[in-house]
């Protein structure tokens, strides 16, 4: 069963950049691709910064981010935050994982 795992954090009304985002994406997302991830997007509304990844199966997350450079990746993304204004670990406002039960991607995303 494929999983879902969401990672919010609030941003105290800071504003997300284009370059945070990129750090995200260049750092999380391409290493989760490249390790069985199946996508990911990155949102932001006036309150706070939503991260979603889908993964085939949990062993494949888990593998992902119990790994010594996943450490290396939060490390990048914290510190991109952080120059923002916003403190990770101390905004994270919710982290979970569940399983996808319906989904449809539409034919050539």
Same mark, same amino acid.
């Not at 990746?73 to 919710?94: C, F, N, Q, R, T």
């Given at each position: 069963? %494929?999983?879902? !795992? ?22 999380? @997302? ?8 199946? !996508? ?7 309150? !706070? ?6 993964? %085939? ?23 991109? @935050? ?6 990770? %670990?101390?905004?994270?406002? @919710? ?5 996808? @039960?319906?989904?449809?991607? %539409?034919?050539?995303?």
């Amino acid at each position: 069963m %494929p999983i879902a !795992r969401y990672w919010v954090v609030k941003t105290g009304g800071n504003e997300v950049t284009e370059e945070m985002a990129n750090v995200w994406k260049n750092n999380f @997302l391409e290493y989760a691709i490249e390790n069985g991830c199946i !996508r990911g997007a990155l949102a932001a509304d006036d309150e !706070r910064l939503i991260a979603v990844s889908i993964w %085939p199966d949990l062993e494949t997350m888990n593998a992902v981010i119990e790994s010594d450079h996943y450490k290396v990746i939060g490390e990048a993304v914290a510190a991109s @935050l952080g120059a923002g204004g916003i403190s990770i %670990p101390d905004d994270i406002e @919710l982290t979970c994982n569940g399983e996808i @039960l319906t989904m449809v991607v %539409p034919e050539g995303l």
